[in-house]
Nanobody, 125 residues
């Protein structure tokens, strides 16, 4: 029903910046909250950010507040994660996430209905 494809991952220097993108296919993108999660090596998948359908409610995990920014473009079926001042501990596979229509909030992996394949982000010192 919903397919998500992430892009934009790669190697970035600590203190630099990187923008991840996710394109969604399937119905009703403008009626779905979207999110980003990440999974560092050897750790569980964790919440990064979420945004509701009209960008009026945005939430972040404590570890990325003030550094990362989530946004969306409903005309393009796109959601983004702007990563500013990344740290080596931000190294992880980053996953785009979607939920059923008008479902909110997104706070844990239990809330997620659709996952992208993930994109690797590596932050060097």
């Amino acid at each position: 029903q919903v397919q998500l494809v992430e892009s934009g991952g790669g190697l970035v220097q600590a203190g630099g910046s990187l923008r991840l993108s996710c394109v969604a296919s399937g119905p009703s993108f403008g009626s779905r909250a979207m999110g980003w999660f990440r999974q560092p090596p050897g750790k569980e998948r964790e919440f990064v950010a979420a945004i509701n359908w009209i960008s009026s409610i945005i939430s972040y995990g404590d570890s990325v507040k003030g550094r990362f920014a989530i946004s969306r473009d409903n005309a393009k079926n796109m959601v983004y994660l702007q990563m500013n001042s990344p740290k080596p501990e931000d190294t992880a596979v980053y996953y785009c996430a979607a939920v059923t229509l008008f479902k909110f909030p997104i706070r844990s992996t239990r809330d997620v209905d659709y996952w992208g394949q993930g994109t690797q982000v590596t932050v060097s010192s």
